[in-house]
């Protein structure tokens, strides 16, 4: 299938686009590298031993995106390109609802000028807010509690209505747990500015030495441990449920919200100790008071993902920690040339 993706530079498109080049797909994609270096697209080629056109701009641009759907003419689009940091989104509420909403609106403009009718939209386990019950099935009502959540839900709404104008449409809302790990070969992984805000590549900087130690955020939670509990999922069982949601809207129309986690939570401490078997490193961590907005726990139902989707994530929380450590110990800085 020709298949626009946005956003392909970044953390899980760039898992993502070396699974599509892997089944054949015909590859487009489009990032601003706002979040993310050119780099990854000659490292993903390597990897797939694929190559692929791609252009640095932005969804937001009308003139741009009219160019490249005229040119590329995608069957279907993956929109991955977004801002996703929970914090920033308080402090600058207006960037996030323009830069996620209209770059959604937009996108969504341009495929009916070309009537391209297949959408995979990248969404959030933050849909779901303050959980009246664990785990979070797909219709657990949807309250999200910050901005950047809310540009999820709104999102979501937005390709509701704009699939409901036409039978022949098709999108799928994929709502992401936690992606974290790396591609196995240690090639590509999760490269974030600045001091991390998500556990993974926090402990992940502690065990490389970038980082003295991990904060913990709050050990008197009502979980196994007192610290918190999410569901980790590994990129690239993320990456391979993109390719079956595309299968998916190729052959059905309408629009489904599906789950993509493991279905189990694991707590901060699980993690940390799961991390230092898997590199062989200590990693020194502080409990410290919780951090605002935190939920104690949240995991996945991930049947509807099994029964609708054919997926179900395969790679365990010690695949998690050894493929992000193959990472992070082969690009101590990342993308960015060793000094
Ligand atoms: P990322 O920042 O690594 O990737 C996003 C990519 O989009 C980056 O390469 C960035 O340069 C690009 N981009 C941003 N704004 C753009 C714009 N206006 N035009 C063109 N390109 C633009 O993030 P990610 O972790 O790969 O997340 C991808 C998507 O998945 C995002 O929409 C995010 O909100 C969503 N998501 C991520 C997580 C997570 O924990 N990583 C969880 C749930 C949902
Ligand atoms: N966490 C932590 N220290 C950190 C980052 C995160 O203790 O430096 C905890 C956080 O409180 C939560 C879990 O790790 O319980 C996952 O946090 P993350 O930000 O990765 O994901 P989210 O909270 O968005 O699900």
Redesign the pocket.
Same mark, same amino acid.
């Given at each position: 299938m020709r298949v626009l993706v946005t956003g392909g530079s970044g953390y899980i498109g760039s898992h993502t686009l070396v699974t599509l080049l892997q089944e054949r797909h015909d590859v487009f994609t489009v990032d601003n590298f706002s979040n993310s270096s050119p780099e990854t697209f000659n490292r993903v080629m390597r990897l797939s031993n694929q190559t692929f056109d791609f252009e640095e701009a932005d969804v937001n641009d009308a003139d741009a995106m009219s160019s490249i759907f005229s040119a590329f003419e995608p069957e279907a689009v993956i929109h991955f390109a977004g801002l996703k940091a929970?914090g920033e989104s308080e402090e600058k509420p207006l960037l996030y609802y323009q830069e996620n909403l209209n770059g959604t609106m937009n996108l969504l403009a341009q495929m009916d000028k070309i009537n391209c009718r297949n959408i995979v939209f990248s969404s959030s386990a933050t849909v779901y807010g303050i959980p009246e019950f664990l785990p979070y099935t797909e219709d657990h009502p949807l309250n999200p509690i910050n901005v950047y959540g809310r540009t999820k839900l709104w999102s979501e709404q937005i390709i509701s209505d704009w699939a409901a104008t036409d039978p022949s449409k098709s999108a799928m809302l994929l709502r992401y747990f936690?992606p974290v790990g790396a591609h196995d070969s240690g090639q590509i992984g999760e490269d974030p500015s600045g001091i991390p805000? =998500?556990?993974?590549p926090?402990i992940s900087q502690v065990a490389i030495g970038r980082r003295p130690y991990? =904060?913990?955020?709050?050990d008197d939670f009502d979980t196994k441990d007192g610290?918190?509990v999410?569901d980790y999922i590994h990129i690239s069982d993320l990456a391979s449920g993109h390719v079956k949601a595309l299968d998916y809207i190729s052959q059905h129309k309408g629009v489904e919200a599906v789950n993509l986690g493991t279905g189990e939570g694991v707590s901060?401490l699980e993690m940390v100790h799961a991390f230092e078997t898997a590199s062989g490193q200590k990693i020194d961590y502080k409990i410290m008071p919780r951090?605002k907005g935190?939920l104690a726990a949240n995991w996945a139902d991930s049947r509807k993902a099994e029964t609708l989707l054919n997926w179900k994530a395969t790679k365990t929380i010690h695949d998690m920690c050894a493929d992000t450590w193959r990472w992070q110990s082969q690009n101590p800085n990342g993308y960015e040339p060793q000094s």
């Open positions: 929970v936690n805000n =998500n556990l993974m926090f991990l =904060n913990v955020f709050g610290t918190g999410r901060v951090r935190d």
